[in-house]
């Protein structure tokens, strides 16, 4: 019966998808190739009056699939993706960025802006309005190319100068994808969203040709507008652009405050410490110990020695003046039940001193102040280091055992 036919190409349907996940899951290509042409096969034979929509699913899986499949070529692909391409026109801008993300990862480039231009030239009545998104994306990706092609001929004009004709003819052809690169890239970062590395190359351009008022309101607006997601990224894009600007410290200090209440741990960090540790002002100076201790909170920093030697010079300086040590007291008192552990065990101090013993000699100067000369990490490091005739560290020793009583005033 038509019932009981229906009934049993849903569970033989079912049965298939889940050989299909289950193969995918053990990463089994081949055997889930299989299943996906039975799949696909038995989708055919269907003759049952329900509608079935599975393209997407086949587009999804079969992608999976041809990507790592040992047998597959980039023309395997290339070939199923323009097939997907006829299944659906609402999936078909998504698919010819998937296929164009494909040519890129195998350098086809030539290839991925053929497709680029065929997508951009797409037009299927109602549909082209509703996917508006997924054409300025393709279009923002054609600028992108673009902006390549014109890197590669900056480069050749850069590297043979300016005489001859053929240069001109360089330059000339730089010019015109500069300005179809510019277009796109200018239209894609209106819209909120994270568009990093279209803004980088916007940018670039801008810079290249001496439009910098306009480079620094596009990343301005890039890291200020609220309407866009917060974006780590476009403050450290507007901090790179000021730096070489040539702009105040009190500009660059400000958008490594913002990066900083938000993303503690980023590697800009320690440009930011040593830029506060610099300043005359009491307020930046109190900021750069905190902005170091919290660093250093991460386990991404637990042995890098820039970030221990900002962190053992400020202590040493506050220390040896006895000025602020309130400073200090107020950011170890709410690390002081997990920092040792973390940072100054005897495990940690055999460890760094064998790996790394830079990191271990301003790590020993910290755990000496913080924790007292009675530390497990300083004693075990200090004791190396004298035993070894190193001279900086036999200082060190004296220099902790001096300052003992530092020790009792930060522990209260």
Not at 184 to 190: H, P, Q, S
Not at 400 to 411: D, G, T
């Amino acid at each position: 019966s038509s019932h009981e036919h229906k009934l049993n190409f849903r569970k033989s349907k079912e049965a298939c998808l889940s050989y299909i996940q289950d193969a995918l899951l053990q990463k089994q290509w081949k055997r889930a190739a299989e299943f996906l042409t039975c799949y696909v096969e038995s989708l055919e034979k269907d003759y049952s009056r329900e509608h079935v929509g599975p393209s997407e699913m086949i587009w999804r899986i079969g992608t999976e699939i041809l990507w790592h499949h040992s047998q597959s070529s980039i023309k395997d692909f290339s070939c199923f993706m323009e097939q997907m391409k006829t299944l659906g026109v609402k999936r078909y801008l998504k698919v010819c960025l998937e296929h164009v993300f494909h040519l890129l990862c195998n350098g086809q480039i030539d290839e991925a802006y053929q497709n680029l231009s065929l997508a951009e030239s797409w037009r299927f009545g109602e549909q082209t309005a509703i996917q508006d998104k997924e054409m300025k994306l393709i279009e923002a990706y054609r600028g992108l190319l673009d902006y390549y092609s014109w890197s590669k001929q900056k480069d050749i004009l850069l590297e043979h100068g300016e005489d001859g004709f053929s240069d001109l003819a360089v330059e000339q052809e730089m010019h015109s994808y500069f300005r179809k690169a510019a277009v796109n890239l200018k239209e894609i970062i209106k819209i909120p969203g994270v568009w990093d590395v279209f803004v980088k190359c916007y940018v670039d351009l801008l810079e290249f040709y001496g439009d910098h008022n306009e480079a620094r309101q596009v990343l301005n607006e890039y890291a200020y507008n609220s309407k866009f997601p917060a974006n780590p990224n476009a403050h450290v894009y507007l901090y790179q652009f000021l730096k070489r600007q040539g702009e105040s410290k009190k500009s660059l200090l400000s958008a490594l405050k913002i990066l900083h209440d938000i993303v503690p741990s980023h590697e800009l960090m320690i440009d930011f410490n040593t830029m506060l540790q610099k300043s005359k002002k009491r307020k930046k100076r109190r900021l750069g110990l905190e902005v170091i201790f919290a660093v250093l909170d991460y386990a991404g920093w637990k042995e890098n020695a820039k970030a221990w030697n900002c962190l053992a010079r400020q202590v040493k300086k506050i220390v040896t003046s006895e000025k602020h040590l309130d400073w200090i007291k107020q950011e170890w008192n709410s690390r002081k039940d997990w920092w040792p552990a973390f940072h100054f065990s005897r495990y940690l101090a055999k460890r760094n001193w064998q790996e790394n013993e830079s990191v271990s000699y301003e790590k020993a100067l910290v755990a000496g102040i913080l924790l007292g000369k009675g530390c497990k990490y300083f004693k075990y490091v200090s004791h190396q280091g004298c035993k070894a005739q190193l001279k900086r560290f036999r200082m060190l020793k004296k220099f902790v055992n001096r300052h003992s009583a530092v020790y009792l005033r930060i522990s209260g």
